[in-house]
């Protein structure tokens, strides 16, 4: 199972081309007892098929299928290059993770990597970087973004209390992938919040796996302690990822537009109001993916290259996710 860990990453190393650093890697992953000798030739034929360099001066090597019988143990070994290594057209690799798996387990590498090839300015804190823990805290630190768009808004639903609202709030949180088994009954759970102008807000953080908020409102307005009942926000709560939501939904509510909400017709008008990912209305089309392991690194790294090629805007979604650049490979 794979664990970046700070005692695995090897500080302020140099490597004057990338063959040096593949060298310096796999010897790195041999005295560790994680591979045989053999598995340098490994790193050097998947290079060969297409550069690992991710983006944000952070490169994957690993392996090819035919040198998997080269691995003892599963797990990586991380490189720091504060002056770069140029990793093929140009690309500097300041932070090289050296994989070792027996099957496609660097997938899981690649999600662990997905908000931190998101920052901006990742690139010159691998630089600096002086401690591993510093490292660690670059890959693993950067906050998840809220999920918001047309697949958590629901309006005008046949509901008979609160309950039911939270319960399809719920079940469109576990639809975009952003609570597991567990969120529904803690969300019940937990106590129901006024906000105002029949608005309520329940909130759990409770098996969630990525932040996320739902909008729910009933076709006919209930009651709850007397009051009335006109829509539900529910969260699924993780990290900072709804501080800005939180102050944006403040600023809304003291400016007393509380009713927009309570009373919207429109999902485009609550993520408007809301400031979540409002779809734009492009031509569009839907397609199974050949690839059994989805789109990762080398057919994401090809779509980018080839979305490039054209002037205006491309984005791309998987099932209910929310949609992104097409343009970058990162996102």
């Known amino acids: 199972m794979f664990e970046l860990n700070a005692q695995h990453i090897r500080m302020a190393q140099q490597a004057p081309d990338k063959a040096t650093a593949l060298a310096m890697l796999a010897e790195s992953l041999v005295t560790d007892g994680l591979v045989a000798p053999g598995y340098l030739e490994g790193l050097k034929a998947r290079e060969a098929q297409g550069s690992t360099y991710l983006g944000q001066g952070i490169a994957i090597p690993h392996g ?3 040198t998997r019988d080269q691995v003892h143990v599963t797990g990586v070994r991380m ?5 770069g290594v140029d990793w093929g057209d140009g690309q500097l690799t300041y932070l090289a993770i050296a994989i070792a798996a027996k099957s496609d387990e660097h997938l899981r590498i690649l999600q662990l990597l997905t908000r931190a090839l998101g920052e901006s300015d990742l690139q010159q804190a691998l630089r600096d970087a002086r401690e591993p823990q510093q490292i660690l805290d670059l890959l693993q630190g950067a906050p998840q973004a809220l999920a918001l768009d047309e697949e958590l808004v629901q309006l005008a639903i046949d509901a008979e209390d609160l309950e039911d609202l939270a319960w399809q709030g719920a079940r469109m949180l576990k639809h975009m992938e952003c609570v ?9 759970a937990s106590q129901p919040l006024p906000l105002g102008d029949g608005l309520w807000w329940l909130n759990s953080e409770t098996a969630v796996k990525r932040p996320g908020l739902a909008f729910v409102t009933p076709l006919q307005t209930l009651q ?4 009335p009942v006109r829509g539900l926000f529910c969260l699924a709560s993780l990290g900072e990822g709804h501080r800005a939501l939180l102050e944006r939904l403040c600023d809304l509510l003291v400016a007393g537009r509380g009713q927009e909400l309570a009373q919207a017709t429109s999902r485009r008008a609550v993520l408007q109001a809301l400031g979540g990912e409002v779809a734009p209305d492009w031509p569009s089309a839907q397609v199974v993916l050949a690839n059994a392991h989805g789109l990762h690194a080398r057919p994401a790294k090809e779509l980018a290259r080839l979305a490039k090629a054209y002037d205006g805007e491309i984005r791309v979604r998987v099932d209910a996710g929310a949609p992104v650049s097409a343009k970058s490979l990162s996102r």
């Open 64 to 66: 090819t299928p035919q």
């Open 79 to 83: 490189m720091q290059f504060p002056h």
């Open 180 to 188: 597991g088994a567990g969120f529904a009954g803690a969300l019940q």
């Open 224 to 227: 709850l302690e007397d009051q």
